[in-house]
């Protein structure tokens, strides 16, 4: 589990991460960006992979499958990465 940032990347954030855009059916993995203060991402999903199903506002609806259930989180593009298929 991500605790720390390194010294020098402390408070920082990518703004290329911050802005980046995803389309409908997109594999991502969860990430949580430490120099994002506040809620927004559910501690417990860190290292997740799911699929992007819809943008909802500035944030993305992602559907994770937890053991045999899908759920749902909706997750700022700041703390996802495309994975390739």
Known sequence: MLK???IRQ???F????FFQKFDSGDSV???REL???GP???KRMQGRTGKVIVKR???YVIE??????KKQYMVKPIHLRRIKD
Do not use: W
Not at 14 to 17: G, M
């Open 4 to 6: 720390r940032k390194r």
């Open 10 to 12: 402390r408070g920082k």
């Open 14 to 17: 990518s703004f290329s991460n």
């Open 29 to 31: 993995a969860m990430v």
């Open 35 to 37: 120099g994002q203060q």
């Open 40 to 42: 927004g991402f559910p």
């Open 57 to 59: 506002g500035s944030a």
């Open 64 to 69: 994770v499958k937890d053991q045999n259930m």
